[in-house]
């Protein structure tokens, strides 16, 4: 998730700070990155521009300790500055990697960074075609890792036919079936190539909603 809803002026102090968005008690840890007193200092500077800074935020529901450990978790660091800053000397950046202590234990690592390189200023691509590369770093992650979470809804889909009939349900699972595979081969797109391909194998439809 890209942290948009976090204020710009009270960004580091919420990401360094013990206390979650819902009020709970969870501590915070930096695990990387540059010198804080240097970005807490350059961060004046870089709120003269529109966007002063950005927050990437990894979220897995098991704790670290069960998805790898502190190998993960370099892994997954090196990933993202790959990702954000491709191609780019990372030593020209101001950032930080902050781990937070979440009550659950799920394991949460944010990624923080002033939009500056070289003390000018420098904004992530963040373009729909850009937000892609940090989709697709997700999934590459869960594909590598296979103690990672599962990441689609696929079982959250499934579970909601159980209230089906047996022709409901016979008609989901095909949806399903077809939506996973059409989008994995790319032929699935928006709804109607979807509603195009049960027409073609004569599936009925007896209802179509706006969802």
């Known amino acids: 998730m890209i942290g948009k809803r976090i204020s710009p002026d009270k960004d580091l102090e919420y ?5 979650d968005l819902k009020g709970r008690d969870r501590t915070s840890e930096v695990v990387g990155g540059g010198n804080l007193r240097v970005i807490m200092h350059m961060r004046k500077y870089a709120r003269r521009y529109k ?12 704790p670290l300790s069960e998805i790898g450990g502190i190998e993960f978790e370099e892994h997954l ?12 000397d990372h030593e020209d950046f101001y950032y930080l990697f902050i781990r937070h202590h979440n009550p ?11 939009c500056m390189a070289n003390n000018r200023q420098f904004t992530p691509y963040l373009h729909r075609r850009g937000i892609k590369a940090h989709k697709l770093m997700g999934k590459m992650l869960h594909q590598e890792n296979p103690k990672l979470s ?26 399903c079936r077809l939506s996973f595979d059409g989008i994995e081969e790319g032929i699935v797109r928006t709804r109607d190539n979807l509603f195009g391909i049960l027409k ?11 969802d």
Do not use: M
Request: glycine content about 6%; charged content about 35%.
């Open 15 to 19: 990401l360094l700070g013990n206390t």
């Open 200 to 210: 073609r194998e004569e599936r009925e439809i007896p209802r179509q909603v706006k």
């Open 104 to 114: 659950d234990r799920s394991y949460e690592l944010n990624f923080y960074t002033l």
């Open 51 to 62: 966007e002063p800074s950005l927050t990437y935020v990894y979220r897995e529901k098991r």
């Open 77 to 88: 660091k090196e990933c993202i500055l790959e990702t954000f800053f491709p191609g780019f």
């Open 150 to 175: 599962d990441p689609s809804n696929k079982k959250k889909l499934l579970s909601a036919s159980a209230r089906l009939g047996e022709k409901g349900k016979e008609l989901y699972y095909e949806v």
